[in-house]
C-alpha cells in the first residue's frame, strides 16, 4: 500500500523568510513519481513537480527547490524568500509507474497549510 | 484549450437525492480520475479510468458509480446522496505514461458539493 506522510498540519512564517515542507512516503512499488501541488486560496490545484524514484538529483526552480532522499523516503520542498502569494495548501503525492495506469492513481498526503505573513 | 472542465461549481441536495457531476476534458488524455477533498484529509481517490470503456475503483469508491464512454467525458453518479458526500470533487486527467513520460495530472476548479 501506499501511503504519504505530511506531519506538518500548518506553518507560519513571517515574508522572506525560508521554509521546508516534509513530506515523507511509504511504497512498495521500486519505481514511482512523487508530486508536489499547490491549492491556493482559490481552490484549484496547481502542478509544481514531478519526480520519478530513479533520478535523485535535487531541483531548483527559482525560489522553489525540492529534496529527495530515497534512503529516507522523503521528498522535501523548501521556499527560500517566502511572499504572501506563497500563501496556500501544499500536498504531496505519489503514483506508481506501471506499463498501464499510474498516474491516475495518485495517493496525496492530508497537506500543509503555509501562511507567508507581510 | 479549456482543460478540465467541471460542471457545477457549487450544488446543495437533499439527502436521498442523486445527481451526476461532468467532467470533460479536450486534450486528448487517456487517464481520468475523480477525488473528494476533505478537511485534514487530503485528495482521496473514488474511481479512475484508463481509457474509454475502462473503469476501476480507488480508496473510497462506496455510493459512487461511473462510466467512461468517451475519452472526453468521466462523469460520477450519486445514485442516494448521504451527508458523507458533502466534499469537494476534482476530476483530473493525464496522458497514458508510455504517450508522454513527463505527464502530470491536470485539475479542474473542482465541484462543491453540500447534502443536507
Known amino acids: 500500500a501506499q501511503k504519504v506522510t505530511q506531519a506538518q498540519t500548518e506553518i507560519s512564517v513571517v515574508e522572506k523568510e525560508d521554509v521546508t515542507l516534509d513530506c515523507v512516503y511509504e511504497?512498495?512499488?521500486?519505481?514511482?513519481?512523487l508530486f508536489w501541488y499547490k491549492q491556493p486560496p482559490s481552490g484549484e490545484l496547481v502542478f509544481l513537480i514531478r519526480?520519478?524514484?530513479?533520478?535523485?538529483q535535487n531541483e531548483i526552480s527559482g525560489r522553489y527547490s525540492w529534496n529527495f532522499q530515497k534512503s529516507t523516503s522523503s521528498f522535501n520542498f523548501t521556499i527560500t524568500a517566502s511572499q504572501v502569494v506563497d500563501s496556500a495548501v501544499y500536498f504531496c503525492?505519489?503514483?506508481?509507474?506501471?506499463?498501464?495506469?499510474?498516474?491516475?492513481?495518485?495517493?496525496f498526503g492530508k497537506g500543509t497549510k503555509l501562511t507567508v505573513n507581510p | 484549450n479549456a482543460g478540465v472542465t467541471q460542471t457545477p461549481k457549487f450544488q446543495v441536495l437533499k439527502t436521498g437525492q442523486s445527481m451526476t457531476l461532468q467532467c470533460a476534458q479536450d486534450?486528448?488524455?487517456?487517464?481520468m480520475s475523480w477525488y473528494r477533498q476533505d478537511p485534514g484529509m487530503g485528495l482521496r481517490l473514488i474511481h479512475y479510468s484508463v481509457g474509454a470503456g475502462i473503469t476501476d475503483q480507488g480508496e473510497v469508491p462506496n455510493g459512487y458509480n461511473v462510466s467512461r464512454s468517451t475519452t472526453e467525458d468521466f462523469p460520477l453518479r450519486l445514485l442516494s446522496a448521504a451527508p458523507s458526500q458533502t466534499s469537494v470533487y476534482f476530476c483530473a486527467s493525464s496522458y497514458s505514461w508510455d504517450r508522454v513520460y513527463n505527464s502530470p495530472l491536470h485539475f479542474g476548479n473542482g465541484t462543491r458539493l453540500t447534502v443536507t
Open positions: 519526480r520519478n524514484s530513479f533520478d535523485e
Open positions: 486534450m486528448n488524455h487517456e487517464y
Open positions: 503525492a505519489l503514483s506508481p509507474i506501471v506499463a498501464q495506469g499510474g498516474s491516475e492513481k495518485l495517493v
Open positions: 511504497t512498495r512499488d521500486t519505481t514511482y513519481y
